[in-house]
Structures are given as structure tokens and as C-alpha cells.
């Protein structure tokens, strides 16, 4: 697995950092009095990516709070660009009237937001915020507003912290870029 890295983006000790940062940020937006009424948040990490992000994150938050689960697919098999994202499943509870923290592992394209925040709004919760721990300089990228941002990177494919290549990679530490040879895939160009 680690001969397969071409170069670390981001070690480890920079994503815990920046974690905290952003974890003191959101507890400063989520307690009174910048929250209004309901105090509780729901927690909603996009899945599988978010995964690793989100746990770290949520242990930094001295927040009341329940988390809701989503699993959606934007990049099937051996995939460096978007496919249409799709929601495969949920585990979100009853949100009318809760204040969401959306959670993902990497902005590209958009598409996933985009998706993800329509089907949440359609549940009358009382506000829906949006946290990334990447974002590609990509037009899509620049059409999506999010509330938190970890690290803006160059556009290039990457794994590691829960990001993922063919469902691989995802527990490397570090964020790090593949060896070239590994994505010549095929299912970018079909
Ligand atoms: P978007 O829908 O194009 O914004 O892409 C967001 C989703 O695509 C993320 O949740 C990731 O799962 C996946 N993704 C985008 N870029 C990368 C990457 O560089 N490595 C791994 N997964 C990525
Ligand atoms: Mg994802």
C-alpha cells in the first residue's frame, strides 16, 4: 500500500491541526447565542468518505448532538471523475426542526452537495450548514458554497483519511497522491 504513494499532500499532524481549528469554529457558530432555539445538532457525515473526517472532528465538539447517516456514490470502482452521484442509503431520523452540520471528505464537482442538501431540505430542518475537509479548484467547486473548509488543494486525485480509489486506500493517515500507473483505470473514459 505505501509504495503505491506518489507524494504526501497532507501529513497527518496538519490534519489533525486544522481539524481542531475548524472544530473551535463550529463550536463558536453552535452555541448560544449564535445558535437560535433548538441547541441539539445532527451530525450528518456523507458516507464512506466522510467517515474517518467526521470522527475526528465530532471529539473536538462539546456539543449536544446526534449524528444521521447517508451513503452516497459519486465515484464507483476505479474512478478519478465524477459518475452522478447517487444516494444508496440513509439513516437520518426525524430532522423537522434540527439544526444539520452536512459532513464530506472532499468538494469536486459539487454534485454530491448539491444532492445531498436538497434531499435534506425537503425534512424541514431549521438550518443546514456545510463542512468539507477539501475542495479542488473546480468551477463546480467555486458554484458551491460551503460553510467550512479544512484545505483547498490542487486538482488532483487523492486518497487517504477516508478518501478512497476503487474503495482503497481509505486508512492511510496522511493525504497522498497515487503513483500514476495505479489510475489508469478504466472506467473514466466508458
Ligand atoms: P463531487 O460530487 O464531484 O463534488 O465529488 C465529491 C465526492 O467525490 C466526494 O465525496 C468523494 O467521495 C469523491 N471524490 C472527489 N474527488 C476525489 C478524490 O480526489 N479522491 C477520492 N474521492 C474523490
Ligand atoms: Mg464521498
Aim: aromatic letters at 4%; proline letters at 6%.
Amino acid at each position: 500500500m505505501h509504495g503505491d504513494i506518489e507524494r504526501v499532500l497532507i501529513p497527518q499532524s496538519r490534519i489533525a491541526e486544522r481539524v481542531r481549528e475548524l472544530a473551535r469554529q463550529i463550536t463558536a457558530d453552535h452555541s448560544p447565542p449564535a445558535l437560535a432555539g433548538e441547541s441539539e445538532v445532527t451530525i450528518v457525515p456523507i458516507l464512506t468518505g466522510a467517515m474517518i473526517f467526521c470522527a475526528d472532528l465530532i471529539r473536538h465538539l462539546p456539543l449536544p448532538m446526534r449524528i444521521g447517516l447517508l451513503a452516497v456514490s459519486s465515484y464507483p470502482g476505479q474512478s478519478i471523475r465524477t459518475q452522478g452521484s447517487r444516494i444508496l442509503g440513509e439513516q437520518l431520523g426525524d430532522l423537522r426542526g434540527r439544526h444539520l452540520l452536512l459532513i464530506d471528505d472532499i468538494l469536486d464537482s459539487g454534485g454530491t452537495l448539491k444532492l445531498v442538501r436538497s434531499l435534506l431540505q425537503e425534512r424541514g430542518p431549521a438550518s443546514v450548514k456545510t463542512c468539507v475537509l477539501l475542495r479542488k479548484p473546480t468551477e463546480g467547486a467555486r458554484a458551491t458554497p460551503v460553510d467550512y473548509v479544512g484545505f483547498d488543494i490542487p486538482d488532483e486525485f487523492v486518497v487517504g483519511y477516508g478518501l478512497d480509489y476503487d474503495d482503497l486506500y481509505r486508512n492511510l493517515p496522511d493525504i497522498v497522491t497515487l503513483k500514476g500507473h495505479l489510475l489508469r483505470g478504466k472506467s473514466d473514459t466508458e
